[in-house]
């Protein structure tokens, strides 16, 4: 139980943190109009010292002009005043003209470009929530879709990064504290140490080990440096394979895993990197497993289709709700708390996911309540032009 002063104070800093929001961002709102109002004071300054200079230049040149005319056709110095107060009454007249049309356009152009330039000052300063008006001429209108649509995207990946350290903190801190607590156990002699209690805080430093490995996995397969080791992969056979890996856990499990490979796909290939095919396959069989029950059964085939060969992964087990089908890609989501995960990272679908994109193939996934879950990977048939190099 805490202190009353520390509660009160935990209390009243929570009221100051809530209260005082919405005036923050109204003081926050009210300073960036003042700024962007004083940019665009700026620049109108700026340019009314332009247009001015040019001005004098003006008159300066029509006067130059008219005692060159003047001289040239024999006039006096009258001939010459009276060309220079013509050439000045155009000038002041077309300047006026220029000045209202420019001052149109700084309206249009100018005012909408400082607030551009600062609101990308304060994305720059990581405030990804800047929006600008989508307001002004159809160019500026365009630039303030992009604009958005380019906050909007920086924003969400802010949340993703936030998001994904409160994950990896979450999921880090089960297992060490079993770890913690077993080593613990054996220093105050409350566990033997014995195998099994050995045994068990080495399957949760298998477990860190295998979440750190998948991490670095999917940290690289986004950013595009995962190196692939491209070959020319018969599918019938790495279909062949993953059911003879799996062909033990699905007997124990007491699930039929059965192989189906389509004549026209038998003899297709893919250019492609034999053991992370084999990682994603892996990946969905075992999430298969972990879901069918026993007497169920889990399907693998190939097919193609058009320019693309299809691989499935199919099961007849729990299914999936259809309002959690849209996040089943996501870093440690999972539907059902209460479903056991057997020691899984949380993070096969979005590896298999991003190892696919990697391949320039896709993934998707079909599945209803209680008549089993479909996933389907397509990827290019045929082998590649450039048989060289690993390529990123």
Not at 23 to 52: C, E, M, P, Q, S
Not at 340 to 347: D, M, R, V
């Amino acid at each position: 139980m805490k202190p009353d002063r520390w509660r009160r104070h935990e209390e009243w800093r929570g009221h100051e943190k809530w209260e005082g929001f919405g005036d923050w961002r109204y003081r926050r709102g009210l300073r960036d109009r003042a700024d962007w109002n004083r940019r665009g004071g700026r620049l109108f300054i700026r340019f009314v010292l332009f247009v001015g200079f040019i001005l004098l230049l003006f008159l300066g040149g029509l006067a130059a002009a008219a005692f060159l005319l003047t001289r040239l056709f024999g006039g006096d110095g009258q001939v010459a005043v009276l060309v220079w107060i013509l050439g000045c009454g155009l000038a002041l007249a077309l300047p006026l003209l220029a000045i209202g049309l420019l001052m149109r356009v700084f309206r249009r152009y100018a005012t909408p470009l400082a607030g551009v330039m600062e609101a990308a000052d304060a994305v720059a300063e990581g405030d990804f929530s800047v929006r600008l008006a989508e307001e002004g001429s159809r160019d500026f209108r365009q630039l303030a879709r992009s604009f958005n649509r380019m906050t909007q995207e920086l924003e969400r990946s802010e949340r993703q990064r936030r998001n994904l350290t409160a994950d990896v903190a979450h999921e880090l801190r089960t297992p060490l504290h079993i770890i913690q607590g077993n080593l613990e156990g054996l220093l105050d002699g409350v566990y033997q140490a014995d195998a099994a209690h050995i045994e068990a805080t080495l399957d949760e430093t298998r477990l860190l080990s295998r979440l750190v490995e998948d991490l670095q996995t999917l940290s690289l397969a986004e950013a595009g440096q995962l190196d692939l080791v491209r070959e020319s992969v018969d599918v019938a056979e790495l279909l062949a394979d993953a059911q003879t890996s799996f062909s033990g856990q699905a007997e124990a499990a007491g699930v039929s895993l059965d192989l189906s490979v389509d004549g026209a796909a038998a003899d297709m290939r893919v250019w492609a990197d034999y053991g992370r095919l084999d990682q994603v396959l892996g990946n969905l069989i075992a999430n298969a497993l972990r879901y069918t029950p026993a007497g169920g059964t889990i399907a693998l085939s190939a097919k193609p289709s058009g320019d693309w060969l299809q691989i499935q992964v199919a099961d007849s087990g729990q299914g999936i709700r259809a309002e959690d089908l849209p996040y089943i890609f996501d870093r440690f989501w999972r539907g059902d708390p209460s479903r056991p995960h057997g020691g899984s990272t949380g993070l096969g679908l979005a590896i298999a996911q991003q190892l696919i994109r990697a391949h320039g193939g896709r993934i998707g996934v079909d599945s209803q309540v209680g008549q089993g879950t479909t996933f389907t990977i397509e990827l290019p048939a045929g082998a590649g032009a450039n048989e060289r190099d690993p390529v990123r």
